[in-house]
C-alpha cells in the first residue's frame, strides 16, 4: 500500500482531518447505536472515498499542496454515486435486475472510481486484476471460441454487472467491505489511540529492556523480532510495523553490525508477522470469520500456535545469522525491564483486557470499543501521553486515515467477488484444479498454495485472501479438508504477498530505511519466513493436525505442536546454517529434510524427520567437538 500521504495545509487539510476523525468517530457510534448496515457501508465507502481523493493524488508519490479541480469533481461524483441510493433506498434495492439509466451511469461510475481510489493508495496491478475479470464477465460466451471452454459461460451485459456490483451485496458493498467498515476500522482506531498514548513505543522500550540489554551479539536482533510480536498484536499491519521498527531499531541494528540488507530482513520478517499476531492481525483474519460465520474470537484461538511457529522461526533464524554474521552487543539507553514494567506496564491493560472480553463472550466491535476506551483513560496515568482534545483529535485523525488503502482494497475485492460469484468462476477453478491433482489431497494442498502464491506476486495480502477463498478453498474442500483449515491455509499463504514481488512491501520499506538492496532483503526476508510457512501443511494434510489449531483431541495438540516446533527449529538450523558452529552443506541438507518431513503429520514422517534431524545434530556435534 501506498504510504500515507503528506498532510495537507489550509482549509483542505482542515476538512480532510475533520471528515478522518468523523470517519473514525462514526464507526465507534456504529457500535453503540443501530444504524442500517447497508446504509452504514454506504457512508462509510463514501467517507473513504472522498478522504482519498482528497489526500492522495493522482499521480502516486508525488506531494499534495493544494487539492485540484478534478479530484473536488471526483469528490462530487462519488457524493452523487452514494447518496442516490441512501435517498432511493427502498426502491434502488429491488431494482438489481432492471437498473435504470441513472443507476447505469452512477453505478459504473462509482466502480471507477473505487478502481481510481484503489490505483491511488494500493498501486496498478489490482486494479488491472479488476478489469482482467470485469472483461472476463462480459466475453465469458468468446472463451468457447478460443478453446477454454472449461471457463466459458454465458456472458453478461452492463445493466447485469451493474446491478450485481452496485445494487446488492455481492459486489462494492460486500462482504470485504463490511469487514473493512467494521472489524478494520475499530483495530485502526484502536491502534492509533494506543500509538497516541505512548503505548507502541513502551512497547518497543520494553523489547529492547528485556533483550537489547544483553551481552550476547544477537541481543539487537532479538530485541526487534520480540518487538515486531507485541506491535503487531496493535497494529495488524506488516507495512506499518516494519516501517515503526525500522524508525526507532536501524540504529540499533547498525550499531551491532547488522549489513544493511539483514537489518532491513530483520525489520520486515518481524514486521509481517503482526499480520498474523493476535489480537489485531490482519484484515484477512476477520475476513475468516465473516466467510465461515464463526466469532473472531475462534480465528484468534486458531492462529495462536502458528503466531507463535512464525515468531520462533524468525528469532531462530536471527539467531543462526547473528551468530554466522559475529554482531555484537549494544548499549541501549533504556530502563531496566523491571523498572520499565513497574512505571508504563499498565500499557499492556488494553491488549489483555481485548482477549479477557472475546473469551468472556462480549462481541469483537464491543470488545475493541470498551478497549479503546480503556486506552484513553490510561493515557491520563502520564501527563505527557494524556490524550488531550487536541491529541485525541489527532488520534481520531490517523485511525480514520489508516483505514482508507485497505477500504478501497476491499471494495475492489468485492467486485472480483461480485465477477466471480456472477459467472460461477470459482466452483470452476475449483473443479480444474481437483482434476489437476486427481483428487489427492497433498496434491490439491499444494496446487492451492501455488496459486494462492501466484495471487501474492499481484495483489496484497486481503485482496489475495479473498479471491482465493471463493475460487481455491471450495478446491480444499472438495478433496476433505476442514473449511476453517483451508481458509487458515489459504490466509497465511496469502501473507507471502508480503515477502513476494512486486508487492514485497515490507522488505522495500525495510531497504528503503536502512539504506540496503530490496531485492537481496526481500530475499533474505524470505529465507527468515520460510520454516513457518510449512506449518498451514501439518493442518491440512492430516486430521490430527488440526491440532496446531486448538481444534483437535489435546494428544493431537500436543504432539502436532511438538513435531512442528522440532521442524522450525531443524530447518531455521539449515536454512540459517548454524548448529553450534557454523554448519557445513550436508548437515545443513540433512536438517532441512529433516525438517520437511517433521511437518508432515503422520507418525512415520517424523520418526524419519527426527532421525534426519538428530543426524545432523549429532554429526555436527561431533565435527566441533572439542572447539570453544
Known amino acids: 500500500m501506498e504510504p500515507p500521504p503528506p498532510r495537507l495545509s489550509g482549509a483542505a487539510g482542515v476538512l480532510a482531518a475533520t471528515l478522518a476523525a468523523g470517519l473514525a468517530l462514526y464507526a465507534l457510534y456504529w457500535v453503540v447505536a443501530v444504524v442500517q448496515p447497508q446504509g452504514y457501508r454506504l457512508r462509510f465507502l463514501l467517507g473513504c ?311 468472556a463472550g462480549v462481541s469483537t466491535f464491543r470488545a475493541v470499543f470498551w478497549a479503546t476506551a480503556l486506552a484513553f483513560a490510561l493515557s491520563f496515568v502520564r501527563r505527557e501521553t494524556a490524550l488531550t482534545p487536541r491529541r485525541a483529535f489527532a488520534a481520531l485523525d490517523a485511525g480514520g486515515r489508516g483505514v482508507l488503502p485497505v477500504a478501497a482494497t476491499t471494495a475492489t475485492a468485492g467486485i472480483i467477488v461480485g465477477v466471480v460469484a456472477l459467472t460461477g468462476l470459482g466452483l470452476k477453478v475449483a473443479g480444474l484444479i481437483v482434476t489437476l491433482a486427481g483428487g489427492h489431497v497433498f496434491l490439491t494442498v499444494l496446487y492451492g498454495a501455488l496459486a494462492v502464491w501466484l495471487l501474492g506476486l499481484a495483489v496484497p495480502v486481503t485482496a489475495s485472501y479473498i479471491i482465493a477463498a471463493v475460487m481455491v478453498a471450495p478446491a480444499m474442500i472438495h478433496v476433505g479438508v476442514a473449511p476453517v483449515a483451508a481458509h487458515m491455509f489459504i490466509f497465511y499463504y496469502a501473507v507471502l504477498s508480503e515477502v513476494s514481488p512486486p508487492t514485497a512491501l515490507a522488505p522495500f520499506a525495510a531497504a528503503a530505511l536502512t539504506g540496503g538492496h530490496p531485492f537481496r532483503t526481500m530475499m533474505l526476508t524470505w529465507k527468515y519466513t520460510l520454516p513457518a510457512f510449512l506449518v498451514p501443511f501439518v493442518f491440512t494434510l492430516d486430521p490430527r493436525g488440526m491440532g496446531l489449531l486448538l481444534r483437535a483431541a489435546a494428544i493431537d495438540v500436543a504432539w502436532a505442536s511438538g513435531t512442528a516446533v522440532l521442524g522450525v527449529m531443524a530447518l531455521s538450523a539449515g536454512f540459517g546454517g548454524w548448529i553450534r558452529r557454523a554448519a557445513t552443506l550436508p548437515e545443513r541438507a540433512l536438517a532441512v529434510a529433516g525438517g520437511v518431513l517433521l511437518f508432515y503429520p503422520a507418525g512415520l514422517a517424523d520418526a524419519g524427520g527426527a532421525v534426519l534431524t538428530a543426524t545432523a545434530v549429532c554429526a555436527h556435534l561431533w565435527r566441533t567437538r572439542g572447539t570453544p
Open 49 to 359: 472515498l472522498v478522504l482519498t481523493f482528497i489526500l492522495y493524488p493522482f499521480r502516486r508519490g508525488t506531494a499534495r499542496v493544494r487539492v485540484p479541480v478534478v479530484d473536488w469533481l471526483l469528490v462530487a461524483i462519488a457524493t452523487a454515486a452514494i447518496v442516490w441510493p441512501l435517498v432511493d433506498f427502498d426502491e434502488f434495492i429491488y431494482r438489481a435486475t432492471e437498473p435504470t439509466a441513472l443507476d447505469l451511469v452512477l453505478g459504473s461510475a462509482l466502480v471507477v472510481l473505487v478502481l481510481e481510489a484503489t490505483r491511488r493508495t494500493s498501486g496498478p496491478v489490482l486494479v488491472l486484476t479488476a478489469l482482467g475479470f470485469l472483461a472476463y464477465a462480459w466475453v465469458g460466451p468468446f472463451l468457447d471460441l478460443v478453446g477454454l471452454s472449461i471457463v466459458a459461460h454465458r456472458g453478461y451485459g452492463l445493466d447485469r454487472i451493474v446491478g450485481t456490483l452496485y445494487m446488492t451485496l455481492e459486489g462494492v458493498f460486500g462482504v470485504p467491505l463490511d469487514v473493512a467498515s467494521t472489524y478494520i476500522i475499530l483495530f485502526t482506531v484502536f491502534g492509533a489511540v494506543l500509538e497516541h498514548a505512548g503505548a507502541t513505543r513502551f512497547l518497543l522500550d520494553w523489547s529492547r529492556a528485556a533483550f537489547g540489554r544483553s551481552h550476547s551479539g544477537a541481543a539487537a536482533g532479538r530485541a526487534v523480532t520480540l518487538a515486531g510480536g507485541l506491535l503487531g498484536a496493535v497494529s495488524g499491519s506488516g507495512v506499518a510495523v516494519t516501517v515503526m521498527l525500522g524508525s526507532m531499531s536501524w540504529p540499533m541494528l547498525r550499531r551491532a553490525g547488522y549489513p544493511k540488507d539483514t537489518a532491513g530482513a530483520v525489520l520486515s520478517a518481524a514486521g509481517i508477522g503482526a499480520i498474523l499476531a493476535p489480537p489485531a492481525m490482519g484484515a484477512a483474519a476477520f475476513l475468516i470469520a465473516e466467510f465461515l460465520k464463526i466469532s473472531y474470537v475462534q480465528v484468534i484461538t486458531m492462529a495462536a500456535i502458528p503466531a507463535l511457529l512464525y515468531y520462533l522461526s524468525v528469532f531462530l533464524m536471527v539467531e543462526a545469522d547473528s551468530r554466522r554474521l559475529g554482531t555484537r552487543p549494544v548499549e541501549e539507553a533504556v530502563a531496566p525491564l523491571a523498572e520499565l514494567t513497574r512505571r508504563s506496564g499498565y500499557h499492556f491493560i488494553p491488549l489483555i483486557s481485548v482477549v479477557v472480553l472475546l473469551i
